[in-house]
Every structure is written in structure tokens, then in C-alpha cells.
């Protein structure tokens, strides 16, 4: 049996591919999935409609006894984990981190004790081997863009979502913190009226009480006939990527994700940063941001301000191919090879090591 531990519903739309494929291989599959007051309803409702075996857990401690008692093949994690040390011997222990980006957890995760980790990219593998020089790295790709790639993911239906399919879509995929979405104009779907407009925010931004005002301004935009806003239930990126023409995003892991599949993109610089971040804190925004925030700026067109961002997405719409070899250049080295095959290279190395 191989399990994965799903801390959070948004890395189960990461662990499907890899799930389908030791499915197909005759592999027993089973889910450690943590319960959580504010998103139980769409754990169910994941849990329902992709029909996965699953144990309930409430902390780590938990999880880590069930570990221990059922002594599984693998335990693919999508975070760092607390109880590693006490996994060794048995069980095999592998991250997947749950996104690619610039953020520094990226690297920091590795600190944790997993007997390997899979990595998207020679450039990521040949910097954590130098991070971590004792540590086991394997380059695979990002498996969770396997679905587009192989053309199984249909994507979404923009007429039974209101929207018209005769217009090019936007998708709107800002993340949580620091995010794009206070800095945007109240009333932004009207200027882009000739698109129709995807919404899909971080699920922080739908479900946790300290990101309310940016829930409140989702759905205020979600009242505007050319958008759809993505339920909590849809916790997966990839139907919303499927069909979009372009992603307008900030600091976000789906920049990247888009790019790999050759559609242009704008990254907003805008930012709503909270008083402990700016002035003389500032150095906390750049803890937070890793290195690659700067050296990947060149995989889009970037809107410096509100103001910019509709000329910006006009000629992206005119002009798709304009960051063809910049996106294919950094999509190398960020996400490795996009093949549609990563899934299938994550699971040969399951089924042969341990």
C-alpha cells in the first residue's frame, strides 16, 4: 500500500496523477487526509467524488500512529512532516512538494528528514543537491500538469457557467498572501467586459476568517455576468487552466503552471502588504520571497500597477506567442520536463526502490 498525506485539499489536485497511475499499475492506494472545521465540506466532497480510501486524522501525531501501525510501502507527503525520523525503517517516506514558485519554503522543506524527495527541473535538483548534499533528490517533473498535457483533462464548460464561449477567458488565480486582490478596482469585470473572467483564489482566501475582505470582494466580482468565481469544491486549478487563453496572477506557483503549458501570462507586482511587512519590516516580505521571484520576473509580462494590467492583458491576447521562449526557457528549469509523463516516472522509482 502506498499512502498520501493530504494536509490541505489543495494537495490532492497534485497527488491525482500519481494516484491514477498506481492505480493503473494494480497498486493499493490509500489517503491520510487531516479533518478541518473550516474546509470539512469540501474534504467530503473531494473525498466523494474522486472515490478515495481514506483515514481521518486531526493532527500529525495521529497520522504518524497510523503510519506506524499499518507500516505502508510509501508515505508521500506534499509538506514537511514531524514524525519522519520515526517513519525510518518503516516505511519509505518521499515529498512532492505541493507547488512550484518563488517562494523559499520551496527549499526550506527539504530540511525535513524524507528518504526522497522529487523534484521538477535540473536547475531545482542541482540547488538542493548543493543545499542538502546528503540528501536524495530525483528529477521527475511536475506531475500534477499530466492531465493537460496527456489532453485527459477536458476542462469547464463556459456556457453552463454562464459565460460565452465566443470570448477569450481570463483566469484570475491570485494567491492568499501577499496577493493582488485588495489592489485590484472594485469594479474590474466591467473594464474587461469583451472577456469572460475565471476566479480562482487561493481556498485560504474563500474559507479562513482573517481573509474575509478578499471573500467579500470575490464574490462582489462574481455578480458581474462575464465571471465565474470557483466554489471551495473546486479545488483543482486544472480544468480552470485548460480553458484559459491567460492567467493574470501574483506571487503564485500557478504562474509557473500556465507558462509550462505555453500561454502567456501577466504577473500583477501589485501587492497588499500587511504593516508588519513594509517600511522597516520589509525584510519579512523578502524572507518570504525566495531568490527565484527575480530571477524567473522574465516568464511574463508584468503589470507594475492596476492601472497597467488591461493594456498589458490586450496585447497578450494579440500577441500570445510574444514570451514563447522565455516561458519555454524557465519552464525548463522550474518545472523540468513536461512531457505528461512525470506521474509515470514518480511510480517507477516507487515500485523499484524500497
Not at 159 to 173: E, H, R, S, W
Request: glycine letters at 4%.
Amino acid at each position: 500500500m502506498i499512502c498520501f498525506d493530504a494536509l490541505h485539499p489543495y494537495y490532492l489536485p497534485q497527488y491525482f496523477p500519481v494516484m491514477h497511475e498506481l492505480l493503473a499499475r494494480g497498486e493499493s492506494v490509500h489517503f491520510v487526509i487531516y479533518r478541518s472545521k473550516e474546509q470539512q465540506d469540501v474534504l467530503d466532497a473531494l473525498v466523494k467524488a474522486h472515490q478515495l480510501s481514506v483515514t481521518w486524522v486531526d493532527s500529525q501525531e495521529q497520522a504518524l500512529a497510523y503510519y506506524l501501525d499499518t507500516k505502508p510501502r510509501w508515505v508521500i507527503f506534499g509538506n514537511a512532516f514531524d514524525g519522519n525520523k520515526r517513519l525510518k525503517g518503516v516505511c519509505g517516506t518521499a515529498l512532492m512538494q505541493h507547488g512550484i514558485g518563488p517562494k523559499a519554503v520551496y527549499y526550506t522543506v527539504s530540511e525535513s528528514d524524507f528518504d526522497v524527495r522529487f523534484v521538477e527541473g535540473e536547475y531545482r535538483l542541482k540547488r538542493l543537491q548543493q543545499m542538502f548534499p546528503e540528501k536524495q533528490f530525483v528529477d521527475t517533473g511536475y506531475a500534477k500538469l499530466d492531465p493537460i498535457i496527456q489532453g485527459v483533462e477536458p476542462g469547464l464548460d463556459l456556457v453552463q457557467l454562464g459565460l460565452d464561449p465566443n470570448k477569450p477567458t481570463l483566469l484570475y488565480a491570485p494567491t492568499f498572501y501577499p496577493s493582488s486582490i485588495e489592489k485590484m478596482a472594485k469594479h474590474w469585470p466591467a473594464e474587461f467586459s469583451e472577456y469572460n473572467i475565471l476566479l480562482k483564489p487561493h481556498y485560504f482566501s474563500l474559507s479562513k476568517p482573517a481573509y474575509k475582505k478578499q471573500k467579500r470582494l470575490l464574490e462582489h466580482w462574481a455578480s458581474f455576468d462575464n465571471v465565474y468565481l470557483a466554489t471551495a469544491e473546486q479545488a483543482n486549478l486544472l480544468p480552470f487552466m485548460a480553458s484559459a487563453d491567460l492567467l493574470i496572477s501574483d506571487a503564485s506557483s500557478a504562474l509557473f503552471e500556465f507558462a509550462a503549458l505555453d500561454k502567456p501570462v501577466v504577473w500583477c507586482d501589485f501587492y497588499h502588504l500587511r504593516w508588519s511587512y513594509r517600511g522597516i519590516f520589509k525584510f519579512r516580505f523578502n524572507q518570504r520571497m525566495d531568490e527565484d521571484l527575480y530571477r524567473y520576473a522574465g516568464v511574463a509580462i508584468h503589470a507594475k500597477t492596476y492601472k497597467e494590467l488591461k493594456s498589458v492583458v490586450d496585447q497578450q491576447i494579440a500577441e500570445p506567442e510574444s514570451f514563447a521562449a522565455a516561458r519555454a526557457k524557465y519552464t525548463y528549469e522550474l518545472a523540468g520536463t513536461v512531457d505528461g509523463q512525470c506521474s509515470q516516472r514518480i511510480v517507477n522509482y516507487l515500485m523499484t526502490e524500497n
